[in-house]
Nanobody, 121 residues
Framework: QVPLVESGGGLVQAGGSLRLSCAAS????????KAWFRQAPGKEREFVAA????????YYANSVKGRFTISRDNAKNSVFLQMNSLKPEDTAVYYC??????????????WGQGTQVTVSS
């Protein structure tokens, strides 16, 4: 069973918004920090945002700070990424990862399958 499942990706024009969701299959994930990463074609996977298990601490890459907001609902075992003022350079496959709040991909044991976000200019 896939532990993390992302949804909400799609095609949007520059300046638009999307909201990504990551649903965890196991209740234990509600006590984990979670993160979003993204990977564009030909580029390395990069950190986007992370949130601790309480939701009280959040972390963002400089490139998305002020435009993206990470949040979570532990009752629904889910984490979200609200993306506003999207730019073509935000185009990538977005992945949910757990556990933790690290900005380093190799620190994570669990990954979702990814959801494609495409921003047209």
């Amino acid at each position: 069973q896939v532990p993390l499942v992302e949804s909400g990706g799609g095609l949007v024009q520059a300046g638009g918004s999307l909201r990504l969701s990551c649903a965890a299959s196991a209740r234990t994930f509600s006590t984990y920090g979670k993160a979003w990463f993204r990977q564009a074609p030909g580029k390395e996977r990069e950190f986007v945002a992370a949130i601790d298990w309480t939701g009280s601490s959040t972390y963002y890459a400089n490139s998305v700070k002020g435009r993206f907001t990470i949040s979570r609902d532990n009752a629904k075992n889910s984490v979200f990424l609200q993306m506003n003022s999207l730019k073509p350079e935000d185009t990538a496959v977005y992945y949910c990862a757990a556990p933790g709040v690290s900005s380093v991909p190799r620190d994570y044991s669990y990954w979702g399958q990814g959801t494609q976000v495409t921003v047209s200019s």
